[in-house]
């Protein structure tokens, strides 16, 4: 059984910076990928970041160059570092991991991130 706790999200104003955790527990087949979504009121859930086993990480457009995914593969957790912030990303950010190829995927609970114009 995957379980996925996230911790890090906040209040802060636009331009300053957090950095949310996700600690994933249960076979490391299943925490193959690990990533971040992420869901504002009245909007779908989207992108924010993906990352592999072995480091490979995908973005979504509108926070490239501004996050930064990566993960410790030895504590099974992905960490999400953004600067940069805006209002427009306020948002429940919720963590997400699946294994290869099997159509799989898990959720956490979901974080608040909160930005102040």
């Known amino acids: 059984q995957v379980q996925l706790v996230e911790s890090g999200g906040g209040l802060v104003q636009a331009g300053g910076s957090l950095r949310l955790s996700c600690a994933g527990s249960g076979n490391s087949f299943m925490l193959n990928t690990m990533g971040w979504y992420r869901q504002a009121p009245g909007k779908q859930r989207e992108l924010v970041a993906t990352i592999t086993r072995g480091g490979t990480t995908n973005y979504g457009d509108s926070v490239k160059g501004r996050f930064t995914i990566s993960r410790d593969n030895g504590k099974n957790t992905v960490y999400l570092q953004m600067n940069s912030l805006k209002p427009e990303d306020t948002a429940v950010y919720s963590c997400?991991?699946?294994?290869?190829?099997?159509?799989?995927?898990?959720w956490g609970r979901g974080t608040q991130v909160t930005v102040s114009s």
């Open positions: 997400n991991a699946r294994p290869p190829s099997t159509g799989l995927q898990y």
